[in-house]
T-cell receptor
C-alpha cells in the first residue's frame, strides 16, 4: 500500500483556519485520499475523501494537488472539539481496508 | 451511516485467559474489520471479518490467537486467546455499508489490560 507522510503535530489557535498537509508521492491512479480523525478516547471518525478534485463537506475541505502527490485538509475555523489525531490514508479503488499511518496530532489553543 | 457498539468497553484480564469482544452494528454492513491500537500508537488492521467464512488476517496475526466470527451482516466477535501483557491494547471494530470503503464507521473500542 502506498505510504503517506504527515507532520507529527501541529497547533492552531481557536477560531482560526488550520491546514493539515499530507504527502503521498507514490500514489497510484486508483487511490482515493481519505481523512479520518480520532478524538481522545474514541474510535476514528470519517472526515472527508477525494480522488482528483477538491472536496467540501460540512466538516472540512480537501485540497488535492494537481499531480496528486500531496493533499491538504482544511478546517475553516478550528474549535476546541477539533483537537484530535488526523490520519491521511490512501485507499485503493475496490479495496476495503484502511492502513493507518502515524497521523498529525492537532492541538487547538483557546 | 452506521452506529457501532462494542462490549465490553474495557476489561482487566489475567494472563493465559481469553476474552471475547462483541461488535454490533445498527444496520447491515457489507464489510467488518478488527483493528488493534497499542498504547500511544496508531491503528493496525488485524483482519477482515467475512460473513459465513473464515476471516482474512493481515501479516503478523493468526487465527489461533485472534479467532473471529461473523454470523450475519450486523455482528462480529473477536477473541483474544491465551493473553499476555503484550496484548494490552485497545481493540476496535469497524464496518462499511457499501461495497467500497467510501466511509468506514468505527466502534468506540475495547480497552484491554492483561496482568
Amino acid at each position: 500500500d502506498a505510504k503517506t507522510t504527515q507532520p507529527n503535530s501541529m497547533e492552531s489557535n481557536e477560531e482560526e483556519p488550520v491546514h493539515l498537509p499530507c504527502n503521498h508521492s507514490t500514489i497510484s491512479g486508483t487511490d482515493y485520499i481519505h481523512w479520518y480523525r480520532q478524538l481522545p478516547s474514541q474510535g476514528p471518525e470519517y472526515v472527508i475523501h477525494g480522488l482528483t478534485s477538491n472536496v467540501n463537506n460540512r466538516m472540512a475541505s480537501l485540497a488535492i494537488a494537481e499531480d496528486r502527490k500531496s493533499s491538504t485538509l482544511i478546517l475553516h475555523r478550528a474549535t476546541l472539539r477539533d483537537a484530535a489525531v488526523y490520519y491521511c490514508i490512501l485507499n485503493r479503488t475496490g479495496a476495503n481496508n484502511l492502513f493507518f499511518g502515524t497521523g498529525t496530532r492537532l492541538t487547538v489553543i483557546p | 451511516s452506521a452506529v457501532i457498539s462494542q462490549k465490553p468497553s474495557r476489561d482487566i484480564c489475567q494472563r493465559g485467559t481469553s476474552l471475547t469482544i462483541q461488535c454490533q452494528v445498527d444496520s447491515q454492513v457489507t464489510m467488518m474489520f478488527w483493528y488493534r491500537q497499542q498504547p500511544g500508537q496508531s491503528l493496525t488492521l488485524i483482519a477482515t471479518a467475512n460473513q459465513g467464512s473464515e476471516a482474512t488476517y493481515e501479516s503478523g496475526f493468526v487465527i489461533d490467537k485472534f479467532p473471529i466470527s461473523r454470523p450475519n451482516l450486523t455482528f462480529s466477535t473477536l477473541t483474544v486467546s491465551n493473553m499476555s501483557p503484550e496484548d494490552s491494547s485497545i481493540y476496535l471494530c469497524s464496518g462499511t455499508p457499501g461495497p467500497r470503503t467510501d466511509t468506514q464507521y468505527f466502534g468506540p473500542g475495547t480497552r484491554l489490560t492483561v496482568l
